[in-house]
């Protein structure tokens, strides 16, 4: 009995970090979708460095894709993750219960130093939309850039 107990207890604690992260719905994205990359895409390169994105402003056109290539040229792991900042700021908050947290997101990724990597988006909703880097305490030390979408 007290085999299966730890054997519950266990698999529950695997999967926990699962369904926090379940709290931010995958089915739709509020700054447009997943690009397609057969389709022709405008690259903008950001550098992740330690608490600020270069750039930290981008302009895109409602319906225009971007290829994001991301290069973190930080000591630290940094990441990227687009979405309003009514959303990034509830994520923050389970980040800060799970700052571990990998993302597997089409719309946002953790970085290592020195890696890079890229996100190809396409905007098809008008508005301003923000990445920031919810890694506990990056934001609030000023990680955070903004997309004008017109």
């Given at each position: 009995m007290?085999?299966?107990k730890l054997a519950l207890a266990l698999a529950a604690l695997s999967i926990a970090?699962?369904?926090?992260?379940?709290?931010?719905?995958?089915?739709s994205f509020s700054a447009g979708e997943p690009g397609n990359p057969k389709q022709p895409a405008r690259t903008i390169e950001i550098l992740m460095n330690e608490m600020d994105y270069?750039?930290?402003?981008?302009?895109?056109k409602r319906g225009?894709?971007?290829r994001f290539v991301l290069r973190n040229v930080g000591k630290e792991d940094h990441e990227f993750l687009l979405?309003?900042?009514?959303?990034?700021l509830a994520h923050a908050e389970v980040m800060k219960k799970h700052p571990h947290m990998e993302h597997d997101d089409p719309?946002?990724?953790?970085?290592a130093p020195?890696?890079?990597?890229?996100?190809?988006?396409?905007?098809?909703?008008?508005?301003t939309f923000e990445f920031s880097c919810l890694i506990p305490g990056h934001r609030d030390y000023g990680m955070v850039g903004h997309v004008t979408v017109n």
């Open positions: 007290k085999t299966i970090p699962a369904f926090a992260h379940e709290q931010h719905e995958h089915g270069a750039p930290a402003r981008i302009e895109v225009e894709q971007i979405a309003t900042t009514k959303e990034n719309n946002g990724v953790r970085l020195s890696k890079t990597a890229e996100i190809l988006w396409k905007f098809t909703k008008a508005g």
